[in-house]
């Protein structure tokens, strides 16, 4: 493979020069959905180039974006996986500290579903069940009121008398974001509370921020691990429902069972078509600067999202990801080591 270099920046410059080749492994941090995607790849690389294992280390989209932003040089990672795109607020922060030259790479797509014991009661949501079930407060006749639902039926009659008690992705999470906005604001939408605050005079931004505020009374609880630990809380508690992604859940169907949202089936044919609402693109960002100076990176992330990895015959496929229509593109946009923000 080719290595197209970019202009060399002056912090490329100086990690050239002063900390050229201090170690030969790719590192990786990020995502723990996209972990096991990445360690896959990671694995068969290894296998098959000559160049070290990539290290895969997960804590989150948000903790793995931070260590990318701390600089650049051997002592900070190469990659950052990410269930969610990177915040302006994040690319500035990467700014100030010298990371200037950043390739985003779209991967595929994942989904977001809800599961629970496989021996419990089953379940077929909508967002608007999910933002009263969760949501700190309710805007009713003018005034936000406490939520005060203890149990699935009085959510929704249909439902069965099952104590709400909810484990979803903590804060330092993406896939917590997405949840927020595709869930629970949706569901705030969805069942007119939304336009209700601002018909009663409550600005946008505040009244998206009483929608997405979720209750601390212990009905629902902030996962701070990956899904292995979400898994568990069920596996203690049966009457749990937790937020996975679709290829987690694809692994453990002897012990999970899924609920429709919106009348959709998370499959992955569902959310290629599109026709699944809570899914989610997965990208990792390339620090160009170590591209040529890190041994592998570009091979790595070449190889990611190479036709027999990324593409719907690859081996992520099996693992849940939803190929990428555009991957043609984001192919390129690795070749040619197209930075965000330069349309090159």
């Known amino acids: ?25 790719v590192q ?27 290290v895969i280390e997960s804590g989150g989209s948000s903790a793995g974006l931070k260590r990318f932003c701390e600089g650049v040089g051997a002592n900070t990672i190469d990659i950052a996986n990410a269930s969610r795109a990177i915040k302006p607020s994040e690319v500035e922060a990467c700014a100030a500290a010298d990371v200037t030259d950043i390739i985003e790479v779209r991967i595929g797509y994942d989904g977001i579903v809800f599961a629970s014991d496989i021996n419990g009661e089953a379940f077929a949501f909508t967002p608007e069940d999910w933002y009263k079930a ?5 805007f009713i006749d003018g005034a936000l009121v406490a939520n005060t639902f203890e149990t699935w039926d009085q959510i929704n009659p249909d439902f069965p008398a099952q104590q709400i008690q909810a484990f979803i992705p903590g804060t330092k999470h993406g896939t917590r974001e997405v949840f927020e906005e595709k869930v629970i604001l949706a569901g705030c939408e969805e069942g007119g509370f939304f336009e209700a605050m601002l018909a009663a005079g409550v600005d946008e931004d505040t009244a998206e921020g009483n929608c997405m505020a979720i209750r601390t009374d212990g009905r629902s609880v902030d996962i701070d691990g990956d899904y292995t630990e979400t898994l568990a809380r069920i596996e203690a508690d049966t009457n749990g429902i937790g937020v996975f992604g679709l290829s987690f859940y694809e692994n453990n169907t002897n012990k999970l069972q899924v609920a429709p949202m919106s009348g959709v089936v998370p499959t992955t044919d569902s959310i290629a078509s599109g026709d699944y609402p809570v899914s989610r693109p997965l990208y990792f960002y390339i620090k160009a600067a170590h591209i040529g100076v890190i041994p592998g990176v570009k091979e790595f992330a070449e190889f990611f999202v190479s036709d027999d990895i990324a593409g719907p015959d690859g081996p992520l496929a099996e693992y849940g990801l939803v190929s990428d229509p555009e991957l043609i593109d984001v192919q390129d946009t690795v070749a040619n080591e197209m930075v965000m923000g330069s349309g090159t």
Not at 38 to 48: D, H, K, R, Y
């Open 1 to 25: 493979m080719s290595i197209m270099k970019l202009t060399a920046t002056t912090a490329a410059i100086a990690l050239t020069t002063t900390t050229a080749f201090a170690r030969d492994n």
């Open 28 to 54: 990786v941090a990020g995502s723990s959905t996209v972990l096991p995607y990445a360690s896959i790849v990671a694995e068969i690389f290894g296998e098959n180039f000559d160049f070290p294992t990539p």
């Open 134 to 138: 969760l949501a700190a407060e309710h």
